[in-house]
C-alpha cells in the first residue's frame, strides 16, 4: 500500500486496454490510476497523450496530468508548464510543477506568472515556490529587483518564509519589507477562532464546500485520500 508503483499482475495487459478504452470517462481515468500504479509504461504514455490533446476535455486533461503527478511520472512538469497557458489548468499545473520545483523552474514560473492580469493567481503561482528555501530566495529576489511587487506577497505568505527558518531569506525578508515581527500569537488567536467555529454545535458543516475548498487552495500542496 506504501508504494507509489507495483509490478503488474499476470493478465493486466488485457484487463488495461479495457479500462482505458471503457466508454464511461471515471472508468477510463480510474483504469489509467491504477495502470500507472501498476507501472504500465504505455498507460503512463496514454495518460501524457491525453493531457496535452487538445482534442481531451478540460476535466480530462486536469485529471490526466493530476495522475502523472501522484506517481511521479517523467516529464510531468514539462507538461504542466505546457498547460500553465490555459487558465483553467493553471493550478493543477502549478501543483504539479511544485513537485519537483527548483530554481529554474521558479524562475520559469515567475516568467510566465508576471504576465497574467489576475493577482490571486499570481500569488497561487508564488505560494508555489516558497515550499523550499532555495526556490523561495528566487522570488524574494524578484521582490528586490521590482520584477515582482512587494504588494503580491500577503502577510501569509511572509509567515511561510519564517517557517523556513533560513537567516538568508530573513535578511532579504527585511530588505524587503524592513523588520518583519512574528506573528505566533496572531496565529495561536486565529487557530483558537476558527477551531471555535468549527466544534460549534450551532454551525452544521458544510462537507462539500470544505472539499471545494480544500481542492482550490490546501491541494495544491496538500494531498488527502490520494486525490
Do not use: Y
Request: hydrophobic letters at 40%; proline letters at 3%; one cysteine or more.
Amino acid at each position: 500500500e506504501s508504494k507509489r508503483t507495483m509490478a503488474a499482475p499476470v493478465g493486466w495487459t488485457d484487463l488495461s486496454g479495457r479500462f482505458l478504452n471503457h466508454s464511461d470517462q471515471n472508468v477510463r481515468l480510474r483504469g489509467a490510476q491504477l495502470a500507472s500504479k501498476l507501472n504500465d509504461r504505455d498507460a503512463i504514455d496514454q495518460l501524457r497523450a491525453k493531457a496535452v490533446s487538445e482534442s481531451s476535455s478540460e476535466s480530462e486533461r486536469i485529471a490526466s496530468l493530476n495522475i502523472l503527478k501522484q506517481v511521479r511520472a517523467p516529464g510531468a512538469s514539462e507538461i504542466a508548464f505546457g498547460m500553465l497557458a490555459n487558465q483553467a489548468f493553471r493550478p493543477a499545473a502549478l501543483s504539479t510543477i511544485a513537485d519537483t520545483m527548483d530554481v529554474d523552474h521558479a524562475k520559469r514560473v515567475i516568467e510566465i506568472a508576471t504576465t497574467w492580469p489576475e493577482s490571486a493567481e499570481r500569488r497561487l503561482a508564488w505560494v508555489t515556490l516558497l515550499r523550499r528555501a532555495s526556490t523561495a530566495e528566487v522570488l524574494l529576489k524578484s521582490l528586490e529587483s521590482k520584477k515582482v511587487a512587494s504588494k503580491e506577497l500577503t502577510a501569509e505568505m511572509v509567515q511561510q518564509i519564517q517557517r523556513l527558518n533560513s537567516p538568508p531569506l530573513m535578511a532579504l525578508v527585511e530588505q524587503v519589507w524592513g523588520n518583519v515581527r512574528t506573528v505566533d500569537e496572531d496565529k495561536k488567536k486565529a487557530v483558537a477562532k476558527i477551531r471555535s467555529i468549527v466544534e460549534s454545535q450551532a454551525n452544521i458543516p458544510d462537507v462539500q464546500m470544505g472539499k471545494q475548498v480544500f481542492s482550490r487552495l490546501c491541494g495544491q500542496c496538500h494531498v488527502l485520500f490520494g486525490e
